[in-house]
């Protein structure tokens, strides 16, 4: 198995993922989002003094991106304290997945809802999530992939116990998910596959120790947006 595999090197503010190599990657980042060809995904841990009213975030980051010499990257955003990052790693049956992600839950939501929100920036965390698997994938396939990672991390949250008026809570409102594979002739990413069991394995697994972390380090918040005792 390859030494560098969705391997995590954390330079504060900055959470840098190395895929090994350069490969396609899938997101809805706010640093190159799309299908885009990167060796790594990082994260950029940020307060509100780092973004004042009226700045434009996609200038800033690609700034940032560029200033740090990861303009070729692609780029995630989170106020959570990323030294509190989970990494797990699945293989079934020959498919290898690793799953990066940090787990914020103070701007938690309820799909379907729009919740009000008084509090400060500084609490939202998000959740972001980075996901590479050795499996050689169509993008049709890919883009299943994707969907089953956002699965995972929803089972996870829901999991976490944590509840609006409206029903468990599924999210967040910024959560952000990136998923890299080679490209090849793969043509499927589904439940009923190794890859898709591996994928959900190892996203499951980090959100629910993130979530389960966060609940247990904010129990103001806790009591703030979900009325915990």
């Not at 993130?210 to 609940?215: H, L």
Request: hydrophobic residues 45%; charged residues 20%; proline residues 5%.
């Amino acid at each position: 198995m390859a030494d560098i595999f969705l391997t995590p090197h954390l330079t504060r503010p900055w959470l840098i993922a190395d895929l090994g190599a350069p490969m396609r990657v899938l997101s809805f980042a706010p640093y190159r989002p799309g299908f885009v060809t990167a060796r790594h995904i990082v994260w950029r841990e940020l307060k509100n003094a780092d973004l004042p009213v009226g700045l434009e975030v996609d200038d800033w980051i690609a700034t940032e991106m560029a200033r740090t010499d990861h303009v070729d990257a692609v780029g995630l955003l989170t106020s959570r304290n990323i030294t509190r990052f989970k990494r797990a790693e699945v293989t079934v049956e020959g498919a290898r997945v690793a799953a990066l992600a940090t787990v914020g839950l103070g701007n938690a939501e309820r799909i379907g809802a729009r919740t009000p929100r008084d509090w400060a920036v500084e609490s939202y965390g998000t959740i972001n999530i980075a996901v590479q698997t050795d499996t050689p994938l169509r993008e049709v396939a890919q883009i299943e992939a994707l969907t089953i990672a956002a699965e995972a991390r929803t089972a996870a949250v829901m999991e976490a116990g944590l509840r609006f008026a409206a029903g468990p809570v599924t999210g967040t409102g910024t959560d952000c998910l990136a998923l890299a594979a080679p490209a090849g002739q793969g043509a499927y990413a589904g439940l009923h596959t190794t890859l898709g069991e591996a994928i959900g394995r190892a996203v499951y697994s980090t959100v629910s120790e993130g979530a389960a972390e966060w609940v247990r380090e904010n129990p103001l918040m806790m009591r703030k947006v979900f009325g915990e005792k």
